[in-house]
């Protein structure tokens, strides 16, 4: 699995995937090539004429694209509640790729009181999951893909459970960095869960290295300002949005692929290049933590994947 890129995504005809925030970056490209390839692509959007001009696009290059847009807000549980019964009235679940993500945002708290950068990047992901979990289970081999970040690695480990909604404190880096590590531990948690089950649906991750998205929009005051000089200057090292795609691509296509698995490219630090297996901090493998945040999540989101 070494070195891959778009070209070694195999024939997705007859596949079904529902991708979150598919409608820019990395979920866009993902998207994209998959649908290219054959696939039923569902694209869950906030915004319903983004979700529509994304699907333009896709059909502009691949006019015989089959394409849905699910309108979804990770901001809100009950938005969440209502995509997942739409993908559920699809016939069959081959892959769900939890893509969507905001980074280093103000503080800002979700439609059910949570921190929003680990409401939407961990939580409303994890509901997601637990909603559509069946119609998975009912479908043979398939996947859940988690897009996590290089990022999970530069936090001390914290998860913040105990202030999830910032009122004792806010730091916007290291919010993201547990919510991206959350996307680990739950990852890891669900695959060991899955194979107790003896079931076929595997749990794998990935990152898209230092990948040129949107992602920063959400960054205000000085760092903000710091990134829109200094990211088009590191542009050349960089992946672009396609390339930043590869590891989704692998975690969702590869035939060698394997439960528990981490993706990500495989150069430069892990910021650039073709994608291949990648290992993630000793953190994201505590057995206790990652039981706590899968009893926590349950409690917060009121959903129970059953497994």
């Not at 009950?78 to 739409?86: D, E, I, L, P, R």
């Not at 679940?93 to 280093?104: E, F, K, R, S, T």
């Not at 990948?211 to 672009?240: C, H, W």
Request: proline residues 5%; aromatic residues 8%.
């Amino acid at each position: 699995m070494n070195n891959f890129t778009a070209a070694d995504v195999p024939n997705q005809d007859g596949k079904t995937v529902f991708i979150t925030g598919a409608n820019t970056g990395i979920g866009f490209e993902a998207a994209k090539e998959l649908a290219g390839k054959g696939a039923r692509v569902l694209l869950g959007c906030r915004n319903a004429e983004k979700g529509e001009a994304a699907i333009a696009n896709i059909l502009a290059t691949y006019p015989d694209a089959d394409t849905k847009l699910v309108m979804l807000d990770l901001s809100d549980l009950s938005s969440v509640s209502t995509a997942a019964a739409v993908v559920s009235q699809e016939p069959k679940l081959d892959v769900l790729v939890n893509n969507a993500g905001i980074m280093w945002n103000p503080k800002a708290i979700t439609q059910d009181g949570f921190e929003s950068q680990f409401g939407v990047n961990h939580l409303a992901h994890f509901a997601l999951t637990g909603h559509l979990l069946p119609k998975l289970l009912a479908t043979p081999n398939s996947r859940i893909v988690t897009v996590s970040s290089i990022g999970h690695k530069l936090g001390k480990g914290e998860l913040f459970l105990d202030d999830i909604k910032a009122e004792k404190d806010y730091h916007p880096r290291r919010r993201y960095y547990a919510s991206k590590l959350a996307n680990l531990l739950f990852t890891y948690e669900l695959d060991r869960r899955l194979r107790q089950k003896n079931v076929s649906v595997m749990a794998v991750a990935c990152h898209p290295g230092m990948a040129s998205t949107e992602l920063y929009r959400y960054v205000d005051g000085f760092i903000g300002i710091l990134l829109q000089l200094v990211v088009p200057l590191l542009k050349p090292f960089m992946n672009s949005s396609a390339q930043g795609a590869w590891p989704t691509l692998l975690a969702a296509t590869a035939k060698d692929v394997e439960g528990g698995q981490y993706f990500g490219p495989g150069r430069r630090s892990e910021g650039a290049g073709p994608a291949q297996q990648v290992d993630s901090s000793p953190a994201s493998k505590d057995l206790e933590k990652a039981k706590r945040l899968w009893d926590f999540s349950i409690e917060m989101t009121g959903v129970d994947p059953g497994v």
